[in-house]
């Protein structure tokens, strides 16, 4: 039989340790949702470099050699877009349906949105 001191003592132990399994999911949880942050941000920085290595590489080719280059965009990224900054300037509507790379051609110093 138990005495009410054991119940009680039993009680304290479940509230302790659904407190310390809900500590432990949501620190769990935090740790991956970092994880995933950092993941995108390593995906894109690869993207950045394999684009530069491959601007680099394609710097040295001689005029008339072909060569097929094949990019994985990161999460989040539908499409990419090279532009001719000096001719994109001089021809403002070429850009109607991309707003965000038309208010960007005039100031912008990269030719990559």
């Known amino acids: 039989m138990k005495t009410r ?4 003592t039993q009680i304290f132990v479940y509230a302790i340790a659904a407190i310390v399994v809900t500590l432990i999911m949501i620190y769990g949880y935090t740790a991956i949702q970092k994880m995933r942050e950092q993941a995108e941000d390593v995906a894109y920085i690869k993207f950045k470099t394999d684009l530069e290595n491959a601007v680099k590489t394609l710097s040295y080719a001689t005029p008339g050699d072909v060569d097929k280059l094949e990019l994985q965009l990161p999460k989040g990224y539908r499409e990419i877009c090279f532009v001719d900054v000096e001719k994109a300037a001089t021809n ?3 850009f109607v349906n991309r707003p965000i ?5 005039g100031t912008a ?3 990559v949105f």
């Open 5 to 8: 001191a054991q119940v009680q």
């Open 109 to 111: 110093k990269e030719n």
């Open 101 to 105: 790379i038309s208010s960007s051609v």
């Open 92 to 94: 403002n509507g070429a």
